[in-house]
């Protein structure tokens, strides 16, 4: 069983950023594939961005290509989503999910098995 717990949530400014961070205790870090996802207010959880177990391969939504950074420290037990150039419309919660061992690439919410509790981030115009 693993637990997530996010962080680094606030408010920002249009084309400011912010860095996320998700704590992972209570299973192998280094075995389950990580990812972030938001959720905008009346939406559906939207996927944002995977890292693969090693950490040596992502992909990111093309919503956020080129703007987003997502990455982990094994070490750490910590995955990170760097948010760059932020939109007001990109206003929602954020969550991290984890996904035990199997393909890595995986975009969905259904095929996640744990998450964190979410963290809020407003972009103000």
């Known amino acids: 069983q693993v637990q997530l717990v996010e962080s680094g949530g606030g408010l920002v400014q249009a084309v400011g950023s912010l860095r996320l961070s998700c704590a992972a205790s209570?299973?192998?870090?280094?075995?389950?594939?990580m990812a972030w996802f938001r959720q905008a207010p009346g939406e559906e959880r939207k996927f944002v961005a995977v890292?693969?177990?090693?950490?040596?391969?992502?992909v990111s939504a093309d919503s956020v290509n080129g703007r987003f950074t997502i990455s982990r420290d094994n070490a750490k037990n910590t995955v990170y989503l760097q948010m760059n150039s932020l939109k007001p419309e990109e206003t929602a919660v954020y969550y991290c999910?984890?996904?035990?061992?199997?393909?890595?690439?995986?975009?969905?919410?259904?095929?996640?098995?744990?998450w964190g509790q979410g963290t809020q981030v407003t972009v103000s115009s």
């Open positions: 999910a984890a996904a035990d061992p199997g393909t890595w690439y995986r975009t969905q919410t259904s095929e996640y098995d744990y």
């Open positions: 209570g299973g192998t870090f280094s075995r389950v594939t």
């Open positions: 890292i693969s177990r090693s950490g040596g391969s992502t």
